[in-house]
């Protein structure tokens, strides 16, 4: 016996285990509500943001004021180069790792510019900005003992997090409704797929090719 699916039928069974459908998703969803609210750590970013030159301006030449105050793309250029080279430099510096205590560290480039965004985590949120100002202060000596010139400068200091950035509570939940949306219904096809009873809206004439006269209802189901 086969059975002709269409989108009408789909619905139709979809209709028919409504109910399900509902329980499953509005489990999944608590489910994954709680276990995102109460089960997993939450942890908590503080970014600073520091500047890597290529020149330190207290000493360059002052003979002409105006050379003081012009800035060169290529000064900026090899400025962002360097700033690359820091990333590279810090994240792996056994110096920044004594000052981590633990945290992880992640520095990237605003817009491939010279400016560096440190950012620590923690599941202490007084712990990570206390933590990212210290690789902040520890950045200018450990880059003059690798590069000898230039200097790096502290444009905007860490603060202490209010809201953790992980886990994202909202995000958690629809994934959980989506996921148990898609399961109940993966269910509800299943489950008529393996049902081999003749339910009343089954087109018998199709099935056999036996034209039906009548129906003998059950008046016991009917009436639960």
Do not use: W
């Not at 299943?190 to 036996?210: A, N, V």
């Amino acid at each position: 016996m086969t059975k002709d699916i269409t989108i009408q039928k789909i619905f139709l069974i979809l209709l028919r285990h409504i109910k399900l459908i509902i329980l499953i998703t509005v489990i999944a969803t608590l489910l994954a509500y709680i276990y995102t609210a109460f089960y997993v750590t939450p942890i908590y970013s503080a970014s600073a943001i520091i500047q890597v030159s290529n020149y330190d301006y207290s000493q360059l030449a002052t003979e002409e004021e105006t050379t003081l105050n012009r800035v060169y793309v290529s000064d900026l250029t090899s400025s962002a180069t360097l700033a690359d080279y820091c990333t590279v430099l810090f994240l792996n510096s056994p110096i920044m790792s004594e000052i981590l205590e633990g945290c992880s560290l992640n520095i990237t480039s605003e817009n491939e510019t010279n400016f560096l965004r440190v950012t620590v985590s923690s599941n202490d949120p007084q712990k990570a900005a206390e933590v990212a100002n210290s690789v902040t202060k520890a950045a200018p000596d450990l880059f003059l003992e690798y590069y000898k010139a230039g200097r790096i400068d502290t444009l905007r200091p860490a603060g202490v997090p209010k809201t953790p950035s992980s886990p994202n509570v909202r995000t958690n939940v629809l994934l959980g409704f989506g996921g148990g949306l898609i399961i109940a219904v993966l269910l509800s096809l299943f489950l008529d797929l393996i049902d081999t009873t003749i339910k009343p809206d089954d087109d018998l004439f199709k099935i056999y090719g036996i034209p039906v006269f009548a129906e003998i209802v059950d008046f016991e189901r009917e009436e639960k």
